[in-house]
């Protein structure tokens, strides 16, 4: 959904809203449901429309005029699309009525009160090593596996000089044998190469740049009946694929779709990973999507709440398909995961970290080395934000405990958000949300000031902060998760904003 943050001079602005099929077999009427909601989270208005399989693809264009009725602010527009029986798809940004709100004041960047540096970068893209690395005077999607000129060290060289810190060219499995399906005649020897051979350039590249971090892995998975997810650290290829001489085309046996498995090898591996563009109806688990287990809580780190276009070729920081996945991190977050939100770009052109403005931003002590061990431990100490904007941050903090931080606490807990911006940008809107892990229900509003007191209903919490600035890009920090002690069974109660 294209949603313009303001509307023209005439009091207007046009919505486009974007279908696809990931899967087209499944078939089916296509119905959509727009929904304006207010700041406090009330349904003001619908829009609905449906489309049938046969009819031709395009986009839906609304010519949406703001009622004089509505108060000045920021309100939401919300998204759900469904095909047939498939699963709902959810969307939302935020727009704003009236004139900017008033600049809130700005606090210092995280580097400057907070003893961590903060490096900004994309653990999503890909290059010829599977279906990216199109140049981009043609590229216009995926490209044929293993067919592209380009791969990664040619994509650690793009990104660090358009200024990333650090890049992750995560490529697809079950691409190595060089097909989208299954290549009978494929050579289990040579997929295993190619691997290794990504992970020695990373390492060459890091050896020879020391002020970038490049990092070569893996996107396991498939989309259809699956879900894709990131492996940082893996130093073997993972695949379920066989050749006609019944040989793994991979150097572990991992079945396909089986996340109960897959999270067990990766703590007993130490591997950790993140959850890519996550929907409603992925990373099932005994037929349960979205499902918690053990496993998978010790292996997962981060969920990626923001993208943009995986098949962008603009290198201007300009794509204007963007997509939201803060929904199902949600659902993950309340089914116990602890995760770290990130925003990454799943390049397949070669356009490394430069189709948006958007970045992970990961705090690491400053004066350490920007190497894989020291990111790695920040990742798995949830030390992340993820921001539509790279020169915007966003920390949260309870009770002067750092998010991603896991603690206990009696009484009163102070949370707090701190915003920096580096270019003058203000915050439109903010707002603290809550959510008890392990529940499987519903992340809520809990405040729309930076600072809040609380005393939380006894039991277990967690806390984080979105951002949307006066521009429309939005930030959001990682949780905190707090073990309440004490007798009070209220749902908790803000004493103080």
Known sequence: ????????????????????????????????????????????????????????????????????????????????????????IEQSW?????????????????????????????????????DGGGA????????????AALGPSDAYAYAQQHGLDFLM???????????????????PAAAKALYQSGLQAAATWNQAHPAFLAIYGQEWGVINKGGHLNIFNSGELLGWERNAAGELIADTETPKSDYAFLYRLMRERGWFGQFNHPQDDQFAIGGKPLAWNADGDQAM??????????????????????????????KLLEA???????????????????????????????????????????????????TMDKNAQLVLTANGHLMGERIVNSGKLTLQANYASKTGHAMAAITLFQGVPGRNGTVAALSNKPRSVIRPAAGEHFYYARVTQDDGKMLWSAPIWVSQRGRNRALGKIELR
Do not use: I, K
């Open 169 to 187: 060219t995560s490529e697809h499995n079950h691409m190595y044998d060089g097909s989208d399906g299954t290549n009978s005649a494929a050579d």
């Open 301 to 330: 780190l981060l969920c990626e709440v923001m993208n943009s276009s995986a098949f962008s070729s603009r290198s201007d920081e300009g794509e204007t398909h963007l997509s939201n996945f803060e929904p199902a991190c949600n």
């Open 1 to 88: 959904m294209e949603a313009p943050f303001r509307a023209d001079a005439l009091g207007a602005r046009t919505l486009t809203l974007h279908f696809s099929a990931p899967d087209p077999q499944a078939g089916g009427t296509l119905r959509w449901r727009l929904t304006l909601l207010s700041p406090d989270g009330r349904a003001l208005r619908n829009w609905r429309g449906t489309r049938q399989p046969d009819e031709p693809a395009g986009p839906v264009t609304l010519r949406w005029r703001t009622p004089p009725t509505l108060r000045n602010g920021v309100y939401s527009l919300r998204l759900r699309a469904s095909a047939g029986d498939g699963p709902t």
């Open 94 to 130: 935020n727009v704003a009525v009236g004139p900017a709100p008033l600049a809130s004041p700005l606090t210092p960047p995280a580097g400057d009160t907070l003893p961590y540096a903060v490096y900004l970068g994309n653990l999503h893209s890909q290059t010829s090593h599977s």
């Open 336 to 386: 116990g995961y602890h995760l770290a939100f990130s925003s990454d770009q799943d390049n397949h052109c070669a356009n490394w970290g430069s189709a948006y403005s958007n970045r992970t931003g990961v705090l690491m002590p400053p004066g350490a080395p920007l190497d894989a061990a020291g990111l790695l431990d920040a990742l798995r100490a949830r030390r992340v934000f993820a």
């Open 136 to 147: 981009l005077d043609h590229c216009s999607g995926a490209q044929p596996p293993q067919s």
